[in-house]
Every structure is written in structure tokens, then in C-alpha cells.
């Protein structure tokens, strides 16, 4: 089968996709401009700005290198740390340049050499090269330990950061110092636009000869509705299948509005998908558009630490509303809040943490995550030797019909 190995993390590592989602580590992200948010930013008239005046006519008047001074810069990182006091990991501003780079994330499409990277015990690792990519080509592995990006010793850098040293203009070369296994390995590796799916599907054949269909989701962004239905005729089309396993291991979120789409072909119409909870504990549920089609199906859902925010809440969803399914796999990340993207004047975005969200079953998942029902784990050999123990033990599920109903 062609799986691409997902692979098992420590509930304190924070995904990052080189990719780089702007939404990065599971962020759930709703691209609308909320104009009651952005009036009550603008029109506040409770803070004294009045030392950030004061600090600007200082340096104009006594910084002696006058040819450095950069008005556009000092405003864009005064808002940067603005928004960085905050301590909230999720809130953050992107410049115009860097707001483009955000909208072409949300697209699906990056400059990079594509491989997933987390950080744990201050060191940088690949979590997996994603597949057909410049990364997999040139020979970089799972587990490798990033530790100078074009010379540079990355040991003291955010990962943001790294990811940003990583990312490039397509058709240029960056060079990784990699250390693997006590031997030290250097890979030059030439950029290329990368278009990543959002989806994949695969059917396999069943013990008693019917089939079971692997589908996987890597994100949500603005084509994953389209390209999931797609995924879904093609299941309905197909003779004899069994039942459904949705693969969401790695899966960091992304749009809401693609997760709604995607939960109402599961479910029937007007089916609770999540509630938001605002600062003011006002609440609001959202919930399916139907038709279903894919309801009756056993669905046996794979999670791991990987898995977070809209990911979190389709498996909540599913998981709250059907009876044959089962999830199966790792704790999932815990991103139970919500951020919404508010566009400014100058092509600037700020995105903010607005609401938390709870599962149908009424579950604040934060910093918690979904526990699955038939936890299995993925071992340091398992990896080595390409084994998934989760999928197997899925597929045994469906084999020996071991489903509740």
C-alpha cells in the first residue's frame, strides 16, 4: 500500500509543515473579516500609546545611523510584539509580504522542499518527508536531526523561524547539515512549488473479499470540500465496499467552513458539528448541511498527536453522532480554540483567537485532546521497518467485524 508513514510524537511536540500552513500546528482558522472585531481594535480608547510616540521621536532625533532607520519596519515589528504579548502562540500579525505567503498556504500550495518538522528537546526533526517531494527524492528520513540551515546553527532559533530559512523561492537551493544516527550528513536541495493534496484515496481488499476504502485528509484548506466529495462518489461508485477508514494522522486543521462541508458528507442534515463560545460565553452551534451519503458506512477513525483543531473537530462530530465508528490511534493534539482573520488596510492580517469550541458531546478538548477509543502505538522500529501498526489493527477491526453495532 501506498501509506505514507505517519509517525508517533510526544504529546509536547507542535507539528509545523514546511509547507508551512500559516495556520501551522493544527490552527483552526475562520477566513472571514469580523468587522465588529477589527472597529473594537481600531476605536479602543482605553490604551496610552503615547510611549510608543515618545520612543519613535527618540530615535529620530539621537539614533546615530539615520540611513537605518526604517519607518515601515519599526511599525510592522512595534505591531508584532504588540500582538506577541499577548502569549498567545495562536494570535499572531503577518505583514503584507507575509500575509501573501498565509493566503497561499490556505491554498495548498508553498516554495519549499516539503517535509514536516517539529521540535522537542531543542532539537529540530523531520517528522516525514511528504511524498513525490524534492525532500524524499534527495534522501531525507524521518527521525533526521536538522541542525544547520545553509550553514547557519539553527539550535537557538524558533521553529517559525526555521521554517522560514527552509522556504524559498522555487528553483533555488538550500543546504541542510543533518545528523543521523551519530553520522552527520549534508543534502543540497533544490526548492520547487509544491502543490499538496488535501485529500487521498485508496481501496483495499477485505478478508472476505469486499473492500474497505482508505480515505486521507492532510488539511482543510479552501479545496478540500471539493476534492473529499470527489473522494466520496468514487467510495458510492465503488462495488462491495465494507467500510470507510479515515486517515486524519498529521492532519493540522484549517478552514471551518471546508470542515463543515466535509462532516455533512457524514452526516445528515442539521446534525450538531461544534459549538463556539466567545469571551462573553455567548454560544453558537454549527451544524450539518446533510446529505449524509457516507453515514451507514463503518468508519474507523485513525488520530495521533498530529491531529488537531478541524481535524479534532470532524472526528468529534463523527464520533458524537454515529454509531459505528471507532477512533483509533494516539491522543489527539488538543487545539479546542477558534482564530479569526482579520484583514487590514495595507494588505496586513492579523489573526486572533476569538472562541473556544466543544464537541457535540459538549467536550473543551484545549490542551486535552480526543482520547481514542483503542489507543495503539507506533514504535521507533515500527518506523524503521515502514511498519503502521494503526492501520493493521484497523483493518483487522473490519476483518473480524468488530464494530458495536
Request: aromatic share 6%; proline share 3%; hydrophobic share 40%.
Amino acid at each position: 500500500m501506498n501509506k505514507i508513514m505517519n509517525i508517533k510524537l510526544s504529546k509536547e511536540i507542535i507539528i509545523v509543515l514546511v509547507l508551512c500552513f500559516g495556520f501551522g500546528a493544527g490552527f483552526f482558522i475562520n477566513q472571514k473579516l469580523n468587522e465588529g472585531l477589527y472597529n473594537d481594535l481600531y476605536t479602543h480608547d482605553t490604551v496610552n500609546f503615547s510611549m510608543l510616540a515618545e520612543v519613535w521621536k527618540k530615535i529620530n532625533e539621537n539614533f546615530v545611523f539615520e540611513d537605518k532607520i526604517d519607518s515601515e519596519a519599526m511599525v510592522y515589528e512595534a505591531v508584532k510584539g504588540f500582538v506577541s504579548a499577548l502569549g498567545d502562540p495562536y494570535t499572531s500579525f503577518f505583514d503584507p509580504e507575509e500575509a501573501e505567503i498565509f493566503q497561499k498556504d490556505l491554498e495548498g500550495t508553498f516554495d519549499g522542499i516539503g517535509i514536516q518538522i517539529a521540535k522537542k528537546d531543542g532539537v529540530v526533526k523531520v517528522v516525514a518527508p511528504i511524498k513525490n517531494t524534492p525532500a524524499q527524492k534527495a534522501g531525507i528520513l524521518a527521525g533526521d536531526i536538522i541542525e544547520k540551515i545553509n550553514d547557519e546553527d539553527i539550535s537557538n532559533i524558533e521553529l517559525d523561524k526555521v521554517v522560514e530559512k527552509i522556504r524559498g523561492e522555487s528553483g533555488t537551493i538550500v543546504t541542510l547539515n543533518i545528523k543521523r544516527d551519530n553520522e552527520q550528513k549534508i543534502f543540497e536541495v533544490r526548492r520547487e512549488t509544491i502543490k499538496v493534496p488535501s485529500s487521498e484515496l485508496e481501496f483495499i481488499n477485505a478478508k472476505n473479499g469486499n473492500k474497505i476504502a482508505i480515505l486521507s485528509i492532510f488539511q482543510f484548506t479552501e479545496t478540500t470540500s471539493r476534492d473529499v466529495k470527489l473522494e466520496t462518489n468514487k467510495i458510492l461508485n465503488e462495488n462491495n465496499v465494507e467500510a470507510i477508514i479515515l486517515d486524519l494522522r498529521n492532519n493540522p486543521g484549517g478552514l471551518v467552513s471546508e470542515t463543515k462541508n466535509v462532516a455533512s458528507l457524514f452526516l445528515e442534515k442539521n446534525l450538531p458539528i461544534v459549538k463556539e463560545c466567545d469571551k462573553k460565553e455567548e454560544c453558537t452551534w454549527l451544524n450539518s448541511d446533510g446529505p449524509g451519503k457516507l453515514a451507514n458506512y463503518p468508519i474507523i477513525i485513525l488520530i495521533n498527536e498530529g491531529t488537531a483543531s478541524a481535524a479534532e473537530i470532524l472526528t468529534g462530530a463523527l464520533e458524537s453522532n454515529l454509531e459505528n465508528v471507532i477512533v483509533l490511534g494516539n491522543t489527539s493534539f488538543g487545539k479546542g480554540l477558534v482564530q479569526r482573520v482579520v484583514y487590514l488596510s495595507d494588505g496586513s492580517i492579523i489573526k486572533i483567537t476569538t472562541e473556544k469550541w466543544h464537541t457535540p458531546k459538549g467536550e473543551q478538548i484545549n490542551e486535552i485532546g480526543i482520547e481514542p477509543d483503542i489507543k495503539v502505538e507506533v514504535t521507533k522500529e515500527d518506523i524503521e521497518k515502514e511498519r503502521d501498526p494503526q492501520l493493521q489493527k484497523a483493518i483487522e477491526i473490519i476483518d473480524n467485524k468488530e464494530f458495536n453495532n
